[in-house]
């Protein structure tokens, strides 16, 4: 359930951005999550909409950008991805072992993103 | 003549690029700069529920036998049961309870070393909230993290909270005596182990009876 406090702090932004730019009213936002972070997407966006109920962002549409995985081997160099396209928790354990060479020194250069990446409003 | 019209609204749009856990990453640093400040090391103690983190502690405070020089911060949803369980054993404790959130996060912790006694605490112990999800994303600013799991969580713990075992220093396989019982191989569970974090001693503990207890104390740095 720290999706609870992940959208606490996304509302607490852009209604704080929203009112320094003298917006009126939000449309929609937009967030970057990595797939390789512990958050549950969809439960963002439930949050998010519950919480921006009652003020200027009621309504406003909650967009998520999924970023993807990407490492790099300490041991062989290997850059790029690493996991199948699945959300499958099980093939996260893959994600922390280099595909290539099979070293666990792998380094995630990608897809542990949490970030509020645009707000679109009226004023 | 000049016609004044109204406009529409003007919509527009605000680039950003907010870090949403860049916040508690700040404070979990401030919380190491006080700790080093007061000389004091740190130690995030997370596990599933029931893996044994509160006997683990128990069974520290027990052989490193430092009284009060040892603080603990208990973390617990709503209750002080933990606490009142460390308290027994000598130890400064304070209790966060932190409602309904399934983790402990750097701004709870710095109010807790603001609100507590330090002088004279030479290591502070951090029992986290029971879980092996959230917890990983909430860095609190220890200076090492101890992931506790136990034989009774069944065989595949490991391999399905990858995260949080790669971002341990100490992983402690907890209720070793009940491995037969369990039919679970503690040896596949320190191959998982290994296999995304081979630098993280691995060690089988019964935290009842002591045993392993010597071998977690010398892996976290300290001299019993």
């Given at each position: ?123 | ?145 101890v992931v506790v799991t ?8 490991i ?6 075992f790669?971002?341990a220093?100490v992983i402690v396989l ?19 182990a290994?296999?995304?974090n081979?630098?993280a001693p691995f060690i ?21």
């Open positions: 359930m720290h999706e609870f406090s992940i959208a606490s702090e996304i509302v607490r932004n852009v209604l704080d951005v929203a009112e320094k730019n003298s917006a009126r009213k939000i449309l929609s936002i937009r967030l970057d999550i990595g797939e390789l972070s512990l958050i549950n997407v969809e439960q963002v966006a439930h949050w998010v909409q519950a919480l921006f109920k009652g003020t200027m962002a009621e309504g406003a549409e909650v967009k998520i950008k999924t970023i993807k995985a990407a490492v790099q081997c300490q041991s062989c160099g290997y850059k790029g991805r690493n996991i199948p396209d699945s959300r499958d928790i099980v093939q996260h354990f893959a994600a922390f072992i280099c595909p290539k060479c099979g070293s666990p020194g792998v380094k995630i250069e990608k897809g542990r993103e949490c970030m509020l990446r645009k707000i679109q409003a009226e004023r | 003549m000049k016609i004044i019209k109204s406009k529409g609204p003007e919509i527009f749009d605000i680039e950003l690029e907010k870090d949403l856990l860049a916040k508690n990453r700040a404070l979990a640093k401030e919380n190491r700069k006080k700790l080093d400040r007061s000389k004091i090391i740190a130690i995030d103690i997370m596990g599933s529920i029931g893996s044994g983190k509160t006997s683990l502690i128990k069974a520290l405070l027990k052989k490193l036998n430092m009284g009060e020089a040892i603080g603990v911060i208990a973390g617990d949803l709503t209750t002080t049961i933990d606490a009142e369980r460390i308290e027994e054993e000598g130890a400064r404790v304070i209790q966060v309870n932190t409602g309904k959130e399934c983790h402990l996060d750097a701004n709870l912790i710095h109010q807790a070393i603001n609100g507590m006694r330090l002088d004279g605490v030479k290591i502070l112990l951090i029992e986290n909230v029971g879980n092996l999800i959230c917890p990983g994303e909430f860095p609190l600013g220890a200076h090492k993290r136990s034989v009774t969580e069944g065989p595949y713990m391999v399905k909270h990858p995260y949080i790669k971002e220093d907890n209720k070793i005596d009940l491995a037969k019982a369990m039919k679970v191989n503690p040896y596949q569970l320190e191959k998982d290994r296999k995304i081979p630098h089988k503990v019964n935290a009842l009876s002591g045993k392993g207890i010597p071998q977690v104390i010398h892996a976290l740095g300290f001299i019993s």
